[in-house]
Nanobody, 123 residues
């Protein structure tokens, strides 16, 4: 079992930055691909960014050039640095893990999820 705990969400003005953290416990993340997703009420959960153990990354087109995903394997932690935030980035952000190295954007391919952290960007 993998337990994931997100932190770092909050309220920020448009153009500002936030860094989300996802701390994992239960197992080392060395065999897992990690992802960040987000969801707003009434909409499906959507992929934001993903990272393999060896560091390859993938981003949704809507966040390319603004968000950066990274991981500290020694700390079993994944980060999402979010810059140049826009009101449309407002959502609950979830950290997720999937066993293996497939850098997938599919929600149903991820086995473990955190509880989510709210990010609100004001205009």
């Amino acid at each position: 079992q993998v337990q994931l705990l997100e932190s770092g969400g909050g309220l920020v003005q448009a153009g500002g930055s936030l860094r989300l953290s996802c701390a994992a416990s239960g197992r080392t993340l060395s065999s897992y691909t990690m992802g960040w997703f987000r969801q707003v009420p009434g909409k499906e959960r959507e992929f934001v960014a993903g990272i393999q153990w060896i560091g390859y990354t993938r981003y949704a087109d809507s966040v390319k050039g603004r968000f950066t995903i990274s991981r500290d394997n020694a700390k079993n932690t994944v980060y999402l640095q979010m810059n140049s935030l826009k009101p449309e980035d407002t959502a609950v952000y979830y950290c997720a893990a999937t066993f293996g190295q497939m850098l997938t954007a599919e929600v149903n391919q991820y086995n473990y999820w955190g509880q989510g952290t709210q990010v609100t960007v004001s205009s």
